[in-house]
Every structure is written in structure tokens, then in C-alpha cells.
């Protein structure tokens, strides 16, 4: 992955053939402008900082004859490469739970990275003995080596690269993904995708997203629908009940008094979220009523009281 490097001739406003002179005058120009001691409101230091910070590179870069002839040479390289042919689009699909998708992940994958061949040094071969007459011309005029045509020597690629210079090997590397994917969600990292083949960029991966079932649990859009179950006080007395969400949340939910099974309790904006359009669902939730195991009978006044709530 190439980090982008700013244009720093643009930064000072020179062009390119300007004289050490012109840029040390442009520097002092802009640093007067951009220093942060002449800036007092927070929000203008912050930015006064970030320009002197990127100035200030791009003199010390410029007026330095090593680094400026470095720079430039980078600066060509970042041009061959962007003009020439990009290498390919990979794409991916990566099932991840709703709580991966909710709060981000990290998903591992392989890369192919080109790389000078050890062996021949990205020569692609060497000039050897003729195999054929063994360096020495055994042939006349009218009888010409085959192989070497005489010369002495042949040509032979190189093993380990079939003559190519590059060797192609994998490599691993890991995707932190962002909090607030959702099905069919797709992400897109920078060359990270097939080498080109013509000194280009790297194509891009493509990561389309696909949210794996939940037990317990439905999903309808952004919603998240699932049973709510309530020990028989609870539904009968009301009170508050501790849920874990899908998501990796927990959520206090309020269950008000005489709370029947199949009662639908709707929790808003709790479902799940999808960042690339701001929008948040609802936790939809059905109520069952889980009656308790009593080790022991019930007295005559618990029945009496019981049976005197359901005649009411």
C-alpha cells in the first residue's frame, strides 16, 4: 500500500525548476502566515500547526540537494506508476456475525506481492558456456554452433523466476473493519488487489459483506426481532429485565406489570446500525412468560392467593 505524499512545490507555490533561493523566500512568506504563534483562536492554531508542520517538511525536503533529488525521483516513479496499467480488481465475500458487523472486526487475507528475484537480482538470467561446444568453436563458417551460433555462450534464465526478474509470493495482511456494516455492505481498500504486470499501481480489494444467522434472533432490514423471556413475578409485577443484544449490547428492558405471553415490546434504535447511510433499526421483541421450578409445594394461602389474581 503507497502512502500519498504531498506536492511539496505546490505546498511552497514554486514550480519545479525553482532555485534553492526561491524556495527558502517562499518558506518564509508562508511561515509567516502559518506560524501558530500568530494564530490564538483553538481552532485556527490547530489548523496554522497542521500547515507550518507540512511547509516546514517541504523546505527542509527542497533545500536539502540529496533529499530534494530523492524526491523528485520518487515524484517521477508516483507518475510512471500512476500512468501506467493498474493491476486487477480483487473481490471478496466475508460472512461476519451482527455483533463483527455492529462494532468492527478484523478479517485476515492474502496478497500477492511481486518482488526482485534473490537469485539473479531482477536480471532475469545470466550469460553462461555454450552447453552445446562448451565455449570453443568446433564449427566452420559452413557449420555453425546451434546453440551459442558460435558466439561461445548462451543465454539461460534464471530458475527461480523463469526469466522473468520477479518472483510472486503471499503474504498476508489484516482489514480493520469499520463499525456499522450491514448485508450487502461493500469496502474498498486501496491496491490491495493484483500486481500490475506494466509497473502500475495495484488494483483495489473489494470486501462485500454478508451478516451470518443469529440464533434466537431474525433480521428484516436494520431490524432485529427475537423473544423476550419473563420469569412469571416479572410478567405478573412488572420490573426490569437485563438483555444481551446481538450486537455485543446490553439493554435494560422496562417490562410493565400483567405483561401476557406475546406481548410485543418495541426497543428503538437499538437494531442494527448501518454507517454509509446513518440509519439505525429497532429491536423488535416477543414476550413469553417462563414459569418457575418450585422444589417445593405451594401452601394453601400461595394457591389461595394465585387462584384469587386469575378470578380477578
Known amino acids: 500500500m503507497h502512502t500519498q505524499v504531498p506536492d511539496f512545490y505546490a505546498c511552497l507555490g514554486v514550480d519545479r525548476a ?8 517562499a518558506f518564509r512568506r508562508l511561515a509567516m502566515k502559518w506560524h501558530p504563534d500568530r494564530h490564538f483562536k483553538a481552532a485556527d492554531k490547530v489548523e496554522a500547526e497542521k500547515q507550518f508542520k507540512t511547509i516546514k517538511t517541504a523546505y527542509e525536503t527542497l533545500t536539502d540537494d540529496s533529499r530534494r533529488k530523492y524526491y523528485d525521483q520518487e515524484d517521477a516513479d508516483r507518475q510512471r506508476r500512476a500512468s501506467a496499467r493498474r493491476g486487477a480488481d480483487v473481490n471478496e465475500k466475508v460472512a461476519v456475525t451482527i455483533a463483527e458487523g455492529f462494532n468492527g472486526t478484523h ?18 538470467g545470466e550469460w553462461m558456456q555454450c552447453s552445446r561446444c562448451s565455449g570453443f568453436s568446433k564449427y566452420s563458417r559452413l557449420s555453425v554452433c546451434p546453440v551459442c551460433r558460435n558466439t561461445g555462450q548462451e543465454w539461460r534464465n534464471c530458475g527461480p523466476c523463469h526469466g522473468l526478474g520477479t518472483v510472486t509470493r503471499k503474504r498476508k495482511f489484516t482489514v480493520r473493519t469499520p463499525a456499522g456494516l450491514v448485508d450487502g455492505s461493500v469496502l474498498t481498500v486501496k491496491e490491495r488487489g493484483k500486481p500490475s504486470e ?33 420469569p ?38 437499538q437494531g442494527l446500525f448501518d454507517a454509509a447511510n446513518d440509519k439505525r433499526g429497532d429491536v423488535l421483541l416477543s414476550t413469553s412468560i417462563v414459569l418457575p421450578s418450585v422444589k417445593r409445594k405451594l401452601t394453601p394461602e400461595m394457591e389461595a392467593v394465585l387462584r384469587q389474581i386469575d378470578g380477578e
Open 18 to 25: 525553482a532555485s534553492k533561493e526561491s524556495i527558502v523566500a
Open 107 to 124: 478479517i485476515s487475507f492474502e496478497e500477492a506481492v511481486v518482488d526482485h528475484c534473490e537469485r539473479c537480482a531482477g536480471q532475469r
Open 198 to 230: 506494466h509497473g502500475g499501481l495495484n488494483g483495489d480489494l473489494h470486501i462485500a459483506i454478508t451478516i451470518k444467522p443469529e440464533s434466537g434472533w431474525k433480521r428484516k432490514g436494520l431490524n432485529l426481532s427475537g423473544t423476550l423471556k419473563l
Open 232 to 269: 412469571f413475578s416479572i410478567a405478573l409485577l412488572g420490573g426490569t429485565i437485563e438483555l444481551l443484544l446481538p450486537t455485543g449490547k446490553t439493554v435494560q428492558v422496562q417490562v410493565p406489570a400483567r405483561t401476557n405471553a406475546g406481548k410485543k415490546i418495541r426497543l428503538a434504535g
